[in-house]
T-cell receptor, first 114, second 117 residues
Framework: AQSVSQHNHHVILSEAASLELGCNYS??????LFWYVQYPGQHLQLLLK??????LVKGIKGFEAEFIKSKFSFNLRKPSVQWSDTAEYFC????????????FGTGTRLQVTL | KAGVTQTPRYLIKTRGQQVTLSCSPI?????VSWYQQTPGQGLQFLFE???????NKGNFPGRFSGRQFSNSRSEMNVSTLELGDSALYLC????????????????FGPGTRLTVL
């Protein structure tokens, strides 16, 4: 069974700082990879996804993620965070070609201070 | 296009009761998945329905069940509620297939917050 690890549980950054959230997965085959965000009081929203092709994917709100197959990683980055990025971020994976069963990481709570 | 809707948004039940939650997927989406979100366990997959059939199942006891109707709407039922069932239950829908290609990006609803007393 696949698993997803997010090693940063709580990250505090000042506005304009750069962000990188780690995500590692364990699965031997090809996977689809996702980052979701949950703003306070709101539902899960898709930030970006990787199915195939260019390993550097760009999402909404200036976020991007890089899939490094050899490291089983899909880290999320943003060059300059804003206060409005305060939220919980979830990495998720499902094996390519399987049904819609996502395995989520435990999430990273990002707090951006002014 | 309207998003995934879930009803009710909040529920309070007592131990031993049963509960039914409802989910309406995005128009045209044929797959509906259910997840349980708790502070301790995070987001865990319950099951997925596609064309009125359960296509995948997580590691939850048989007290958790679901079904899907011909219009793709789905319901989830939990019988004999336990305190530990208190959670946010999320529904997600996906197109599942487009021109024979799997497109499993899931879009989530706001959830139903269930409190078991």
């Amino acid at each position: 069974a696949q698993s997803v690890s997010q090693h940063n549980h709580h990250v505090i950054l000042s506005e304009a700082a750069s962000l990188e959230l780690g995500c590692n997965y364990s699965y031997g085959g090809t996977v689809n990879l996702f980052w979701y965000v949950q703003y306070p009081g709101q539902h899960l929203q898709l930030l970006l996804k990787y199915f195939s092709g260019d390993p550097l994917v760009k999402g909404i709100k200036g976020f991007e993620a890089e899939f490094i197959k050899s490291k089983f990683s899909f880290n999320l980055r943003k060059p300059s965070v804003q206060w409005s990025d305060t939220a919980e971020y979830f990495c998720a994976v499902n094996p390519t070609g399987t049904a819609s069963k996502l395995t989520f990481g435990t999430g990273t709570r990002l707090q951006v201070t002014l | 296009k309207a998003g995934v809707t879930q009803t009710p948004r909040y529920l309070i039940k007592t131990r031993g009761q049963q509960v039914t939650l409802s989910c309406s997927p995005i128009s045209g989406h044929r797959s509906v998945s259910w997840y349980q979100q708790t502070p301790g366990q995070g987001l865990q997959f319950l099951f997925e329905y596609f064309s009125e059939t359960q296509r995948n199942k997580g590691n939850f006891p048989g007290r958790f069940s679901g079904r899907q109707f011909s219009n793709s709407r789905s319901e989830m039922n939990v019988s004999t509620l336990e305190l530990g069932d208190s959670a946010l239950y999320l529904c997600a829908s996906s197109l599942s297939l487009q021109r024979g290609i799997r497109v499993d990006t899931q879009y989530f609803g706001p959830g139903t917050r269930l409190t078991v007393l």
